[in-house]
């Protein structure tokens, strides 16, 4: 069975919706130029209720040590994603400093683009396969964006993956069909507005995750 992260929670109310729907993994975005960001303090208080129920993971953009010991020492986050240029070298560097598991999220556009994977298989605990983002984008992740997902039909991959970009609950049942991912991720695709989750699309997101 699929199971699901929610990404960029903000709220009690809709990491509780989270939880309550079966979510695997839920999300803190520690990027300032998000607008899911969250403090590692804030992120803390909030994302309490979420230990022992659900994955905490941490998102990251090419962190410096400074940011990521804050994040292992106050947000103690049980994964570190890292959705920036990091290399596998740092990300066994960032493994030693937090303690975390490491989320490698890949950016995809083309096939050649998956080839990535092979460097970070005895690095990260778990892939994504995200939409490389439009040119300009100003984040690089978190922008409704999605890749053609028959790229990953047939593949196999050397550590549990998720699928992520662009999806939402209309979508997520026909790109888990057509890639068979054991994970999927989402975040603007459960959102009234940048950065407002809505309870009422992330009942819907993991119910039809739930019947896949
Ligand atoms: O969500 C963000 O704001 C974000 C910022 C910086 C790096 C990654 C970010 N989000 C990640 O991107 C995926 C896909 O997003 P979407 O579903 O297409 O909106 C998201 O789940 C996060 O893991």
């Known amino acids: 069975m699929t199971q699901a992260k929610i990404c960029g929670l903000t709220t009690p109310e809709t990491l509780d919706a989270a939880l309550a729907h079966g979510a695997a993994f839920v999300g803190a ?3 300032p130029r998000s607008p899911r960001h969250i403090q590692p ?3 803390a208080t909030l994302f309490e209720r979420a230990r022992g129920r659900a994955g905490i993971v941490a998102v990251t953009v090419d962190a410096d040590d400074a940011l990521l010991t804050e994040i ?3 947000l103690k986050p049980d994964f570190i994603q890292l959705h920036g240029n990091e290399t ?3 990300g066994q560097k960032v493994r030693a400093l937090t303690g975390a ?3 490698r999220a890949l950016p995809v556009s083309t096939a050649a683009d998956l080839e990535a994977a092979a460097d970070w298989q005895d690095v990260a605990d778990h892939l994504m396969f995200d939409a490389r983002p439009p040119q300009g984008s100003a984040l690089p992740g978190g922008v409704g964006h999605a890749f053609d997902w028959t790229l990953l039909a047939g593949r196999s991959w050397p550590r549990p993956w998720f ?3 662009g999806l939402n609950p209309d979508n997520v049942a026909q790109a888990i069909s057509l890639t068979g991912a054991p994970l999927v991720d989402v975040s603007s695709g459960v959102e009234s507005a940048p950065g407002v989750k809505d309870d009422g699309r992330i009942a819907a997101f993991m119910a039809a995750v739930n019947r896949s």
């Open 29 to 31: 975005v520690v990027f």
């Open 41 to 43: 303090l804030h992120g």
């Open 72 to 74: 292992a020492l106050i």
């Open 88 to 90: 596998p070298e740092r």
């Open 101 to 103: 598991g490491i989320i």
């Open 163 to 165: 699928l992520a970009g």
